[in-house]
């Protein structure tokens, strides 16, 4: 059984940054793509960024967060991470990380569908 937690998320002013952690159990860790996914209250659960397996060469961002948020990972330590800078209101949600497929195709996979493995989530509540 895979098991995802997250942590990291907190309060946060508008323009500042928080960067989130998720440590992943199994020894096949490398080889998943990995996502981290965000839902506001009353709304959908929406991609936020991927990354691809291995040596994560391959990231990819939805257009709300791109050239703000970060996306990385640590095979060593079974960790990806979200380093979230210049925060806005409206980043405010609990955040998921989730597991991909197995797969080196450098696919861009960006829906809910596409992975199997959720972590419980962490608030990130940005003030104005």
């Known amino acids: 059984q895979v098991q995802l937690v997250e942590s990291g998320g907190g309060l946060v002013q508008a323009g500042g940054s928080l960067r989130l952690s998720c440590a992943a159990s199994g020894r096949t860790f490398n080889s998943y793509v990995m996502g981290w996914f965000r839902q506001a209250p009353s709304k959908e659960r929406d991609f936020v960024a991927g990354i691809s397996s291995w040596s994560g060469r391959s990231t990819y961002y939805a257009d709300s967060v791109k050239g703000r948020f970060t996306i990385s990972r640590d095979n060593a330590k079974n960790t990806v991470f979200l380093q979230m800078n210049s925060l806005k209101p409206e980043d405010t949600a609990v955040y998921y990380c989730?597991?991909?497929?197995?797969?080196?195709?450098?696919?861009?996979?960006?829906?809910?569908?596409?992975?199997?493995?959720w972590g419980q989530g962490t608030q990130v509540t940005v003030s104005s």
């Open positions: 989730a597991r991909g497929p197995s797969t080196f195709d450098g696919t861009r996979y960006d829906t809910l569908s596409d992975y199997d493995y």
